[in-house]
């Protein structure tokens, strides 16, 4: 038993052996195996080459099979040639070289057709960009803009270069489709960033659009870090104005982005009552999931709400301005005829502006139309049999003294009213120029009452040099401006240095 046990293991030990012999024979050959390399003899056979990895494999031409490095020699190509290709034993060199040819010009045929499609899409893209920038119909590509550069591209470039703009995809569909496309894009960057910082806050706003549909508006602001940052989040179309359906637009825009209640610090909303009412409000529904959230009433909004409060007199000649703006705007008839009248007379504008109280900023231009075109509204009234009323406001010294107060004190409410909005605002800066502008207030007031001069609002003293109409009307009119700050902005009243 032991003898039998002992030439087993010498078995063993011999197998060993022949197989590490055996690995160490096909490392030998690894190491001694040649890296072939094409030669232009080749091509009799019908092959060229190919380059893997700074490899050279061998191509056939007739049916394109790629061999290995190692076939790259005459005999093997040669063998491939007359086994699987024998009826092209005739063809010379000059044939395989006129094949290699052609294929080489269809590849890059379309190696270009290629990089032509995705110059196309992209070129696709840029144009839905613009048109979505300047807020033209989708249609203006397929019917405008693509007719005119096929016409400027042919007529500079030739027939090749509108063959190939031409390429472009430009119809209604496809715009709409890219135009989304970057929506959904915009909004997914902004959501991962939203995701990454985890606090934010939220401005919520509704406004009519020209269609009569209401819009809710949503933006955010946010830290990335080194700045802050200020982002459209979106805008969904609202069939009721109540703060329980904008709360479900918003949570549902949460939802489906993966966004925390918890990660909403802050939010701004107009001060309308179904934004901040205190049971049914949307900020009411908001602080239902998040408790801790703060809420503002924005300062745009706040400013817009001093200045629309004017008193008797003002709120009257400002009403009847807008009335005859309105008789007019509403008739193209009357708006041919005014237009026609402004051109006569050599006036710098030829038609009036109208306002809307979405708009906060629109009674300032519609107000400096009026009274810029106030000698031309004259006398077109004049000449109108129906309605002479508004003439007669114009002739009166009192009324356009007014309308002159009303045309400077807007210009200052607009310029305060544009300062305050932009990416760069904050509640220090934003404050910082109301208070200003409560110092301007009482200094007015305080030159007014001494020196009875107004000139700070150069219109008014054209049309009252001595302030003899407007001294009461403007003392109390900045009054009521003062009163109106206090109340919608009680953190201004702090102590003068």
Known sequence: ??????????????????????????????????????????????????????????????????????????????????????????????????????????????????????????????????????????????????????????????????????????????????????????????CILLQTCKRFALQIDESTDISGKSQLLAFVRFSNGTEMLEQFLFCKELIETKGEDVFKHVYKFFSENDLLWEWCVAICTDGAPFMTGKMRGFTAFAKRENPNIITTHCFIHREALVSKMLGTELQSVLDQVFKTVNFIKVRPVKCRLFEKLCKDMGSEHYTLLMHTEVRSLSRGKGLSRVYELRDELCQFFLNEQANNEFATLLAAPTWCSKLAYLVDIFEVLNALNSGMQGNDSNKLSVTDKLQAFRRKLLMWTSEIETTHLICMFPRAVQADPGAVVLHDVIVKHLSQLGDNLQHYFPSLDIPWQ
């Open 1 to 190: 038993m032991a003898d039998c046990s002992e030439s087993r293991k010498r078995k063993n030990n011999s197998s060993i052996n022949d197989l590490n012999e055996n690995d160490n024979v096909g490392s030998s050959k690894v190491a001694k195996m040649k890296t072939r390399y094409y030669q232009d003899s080749y091509l009799n056979y019908g092959f060229t080459f190919v380059d893997e990895k700074g490899i050279q494999h061998p191509r056939c031409l007739l049916c394109g099979d790629i061999l290995s490095n190692e076939a790259m020699v005459p005999s093997k190509l040669q063998r491939h040639f007359q086994t699987k290709h024998q009826n092209a034993n005739n063809k010379n060199s000059a044939y395989f070289r006129r094949l290699m040819d052609s294929q080489q010009k269809q590849a890059q045929l379309f190696m270009k057709t290629v990089s032509v499609s995705d110059k196309a899409q992209l070129a696709s893209f840029e144009v839905a960009e613009l048109v979505a920038m300047v807020m033209k119909p989708h249609t203006i590509v397929e019917s405008l803009i693509m007719p005119a550069c096929k016409i400027m591209v042919k007529t500079m470039l030739g027939d090749d270069a509108e063959k190939v703009i031409s390429k472009m995809p430009s119809s209604n569909n496809t715009v709409s489709r890219r135009i989304e496309a970057m929506s959904s894009d915009i909004n997914n960057n902004v």
